[in-house]
């Protein structure tokens, strides 16, 4: 079956430092990859949608020079929160979706920030 | 622009009741929608989907949904609530040929004894 995994599950960084959070698609060739923050007490907001192939969007309030994202290819994504505040915690999802259309999720990345 | 509606943000439902969790949408053009759930300290889990065609569909656990174009609406359902399915359920929308979800702000599910 379809199965994306996510790591690290949970991290801590100091406020102002960065952290790097992977996202790995197992079973089907992820073509596209949406990253999404669930800020506490939030809903699911989009931060970017990465195509392979394609240049990576990113929605308002959320921009590359803060959450750099690299997609080498069809199994693999990485995003970075750079330079990470307060409103930066909460929980990094990733969502990897192949030739079905369907979004599968990770169980995301839980980020605190002291 | 797409956008979803849930309602109630907070619905308690004794165990072996039935259940309704509203949810309308915005959206211009064919949608495609879905049901996540969310349990505690968890990702999401996907419960069910409508793509065009049967209004109502199935999903896991028991759980249907129904589509209504008139209504703008796409109503999740249960026969009998279990005190496992407390949780917070999410409904989502996505733009046709757009690999991106646009998500209400969720219901928390509360089961009663």
């Known amino acids: 079956g379809a199965l994306v995994y996510q790591y690290p599950r949970r991290t801590i960084c100091k406020s102002g430092t960065s952290m790097r959070m992977e996202c790995q698609a197992v079973?089907?060739?992820?073509?596209?990859v949406a990253w999404y923050r669930q800020s506490p007490q939030k809903t699911f907001e989009l931060i970017a949608l990465?195509?392979?192939?394609?240049?990576?969007?990113?929605e308002q309030n959320f921009t590359q020079e803060k959450f750099p994202i690299s997609h080498p290819n069809l199994s693999f994504s990485s995003m970075t929160v750079l330079n990470a505040y307060l409103e930066d915690r909460g929980l990094y999802l990733c969502g990897a979706t192949g030739d079905s259309y369907e979004q599968y999720f990770g169980p995301g990345t839980r980020l605190t920030v002291l | 622009a797409q956008s979803v509606t849930q309602p109630d943000a907070r619905v308690t439902v004794s165990e072996g009741a039935s259940l309704q969790l509203r949810c309308k949408y915005s959206?211009?053009?064919?949608?495609?929608l879905f049901w996540y759930v969310q349990y505690p300290r968890q990702g999401l889990q996907l419960l069910l989907k409508y793509y065009p065609g049967d209004p109502v569909v199935q999903g896991v656990n028991g759980f249907e949904a129904e589509f209504s174009k008139s209504n703008s609406s796409f109503h999740l359902r249960k026969a009998s609530v279990h005190w496992s399915d407390w949780a917070v359920y999410f409904c989502a929308v996505r733009l046709s040929g757009y690999n991106k979800l646009t998500f209400g702000k969720g219901t928390v599910l509360l089961v009663s004894p």
């Open positions: 990465s195509t392979v192939n394609s240049a990576i969007k990113y």
């Open positions: 079973g089907f060739q992820a073509t596209s």
């Open positions: 959206y211009f053009g064919t949608p495609y």
